[in-house]
């Protein structure tokens, strides 16, 4: 990033945070703030003048362009649904200025076939963004996909035409029980515990179905809110060897872990046996379908060879204006305040657990998302309508098991993106009314 992008960057972060409120410091005074020079702070404000975030006054200085902040909107429903970023989080007339920016630059591209594995200049910067994690890999391991749900379903007709087969937790991310259910794909389920992996019987059922993959949310897992420990992923990698399998490891939240000393399987593998993936989704939006598969050497023909047939190419629009928006430092500006206020509402969900369910098991992960188990007694029906009366929305627990599944817990998903943090311990303390009045019928 280009210094004169890094400075704009702090003084929106300032702009957000109301350290600046109405009008910015003079050029002198922002020099010695920043410790830039002059040029860099004018490229700086000019950069901001054409995001349209300030405007200048000849002789007078430059002006913050309000905004009416629609953090605390409520339209009187608790939504805990949905972990998708708010379109009032996302800098809408930022993306327009890179999408304008991408058309005029990018043109004669956007006319043509892409390539199959990305656009070159846009995986360069994602294999940038994969080191700030310690996701270190060559440039031709990196496939862009039309999100992850994109590379799930390549690795699945992967396994079909090898006539492989998978393992799959239960419970697991609604969109891979969509896969294995409704594709005619080998697999075999493993039962999860709420909040720990049982080794031993995962071991087990490895050595009895001895699949060529497992699926994996080490981080933040979808449903169960849960993060592997270090042992966990040391001795998953040592089964892998063992038995000769991949891990698919699915890291769809891995910008909102607050532990900067985690490690991804990814990291920790030594023998290319980790097919590590990523999404934009919860960053930037769902509709963009963007995501990156990182892969082990030996797969990159193959796996490239099945996307060729499926779309040719990731949107090419998608990327040029994803390429832009990190080019400009907007990604990093959006990542950073993104993550800010998720962690301010986990931090608020936690406390409210704590007052309101201290009798109940949560998962205490201090991030994103958790699930509340319920008692077994509880009828989910009479609680989901309960749930309606007081305008709550939770998602339904059954889309995250296979039909039939018996082996499941009854639990509620709490996700924070899509609700007000002034309205998150209310909400909380209706789901525990609701619960209590469902025990009784």
Not at 106 to 125: Q, V
């Amino acid at each position: 990033m280009k210094k004169h992008q890094a400075v704009a960057n702090q003084i929106l972060s300032y702009i957000e945070h109301g350290v600046y409120e109405k009008r910015l410091p003079s050029v002198r005074s922002l020099m010695d703030v920043f410790e830039a020079s002059q040029v860099t702070i004018t490229k700086a404000l000019q950069h901001l003048v054409e995001m349209n975030r300030i405007y200048a006054k000849p002789n007078v200085g430059y002006f913050i362009i309000s905004r009416k902040r629609n953090d605390n909107a409520f339209n009187g429903v608790y939504d805990f649904s949905t972990a998708s970023t708010s379109w009032t989080d996302f800098p809408l007339d930022s993306y327009a200025q890179c999408l304008e920016t991408a058309i005029k630059n990018e043109k004669t591209e956007l006319f043509t076939y892409g390539r199959t594995a990305g656009n070159e200049e846009l995986k360069y910067l994602f294999q940038g963004l994969l080191e700030e994690n310690q996701i270190f890999t060559k440039k031709k391991q990196i496939m862009i996909t039309s999100g992850t749900q994109q590379a799930l379903h390549i690795l699945s007709l992967i396994m079909m035409s090898h006539k492989e087969s998978i393992i799959i937790e239960q419970p697991t991310y609604h969109q891979m029980i969509n896969l294995v259910e409704r594709l005619p794909l080998n697999y075999v389920t493993f039962h999860r515990d709420f909040n720990q992996i049982n080794l031993t019987k995962l071991e087990t059922a490895i050595e009895k179905h001895r699949p060529k993959y497992i699926y994996l949310m080490p981080r933040l897992h979808n449903p169960l809110g849960t993060t592997m420990s270090a042992q966990e992923k040391k001795k998953i990698l040592e089964l892998s060897t063992k038995y000769d399998f991949h891990i698919i490891e699915d890291d769809y939240l891995g910008d909102f872990e607050g532990n900067s000393r985690y490690k991804t399987l990814y990291e920790m593998d030594t023998n290319q046996r980790v097919v590590y993936l990523k999404s934009f989704s919860k960053i930037m939006f769902p509709g963009q379908r963007l995501g990156i598969a990182v892969l082990p050497e030996q797969m990159i023909e193959v796996f490239h060879s099945f996307k060729e047939i499926i779309d040719i190419h990731t949107n090419a629009l998608s990327q040029v204006i994803m390429q832009t928006f990190i080019e400009s430092g907007l990604y990093a500006h959006h990542k950073d305040k993104i993550v800010y206020r998720h962690q301010q509402k986990a931090n608020t969900l936690r406390k409210a657990l704590c007052t309101h369910f201290s009798e109940y098991q949560f998962n205490d992960n201090h991030q994103m998302h958790t699930v509340i188990k319920l008692p077994k007694q509880i009828n989910m029906n009479i609680l989901h309508e309960g749930l309606t009366k007081r305008h709550i929305l939770v998602d339904d627990y059954k889309s995250n098991y296979l039909n039939g599944y018996k082996q499941n817990y009854k639990f509620i998903k709490l996700n924070t993106t899509s609700i007000p943090e002034n309205k998150i311990n209310k909400g909380v303390q209706l789901i525990q009314e609701a619960i209590e009045n469902s025990k009784g019928l």
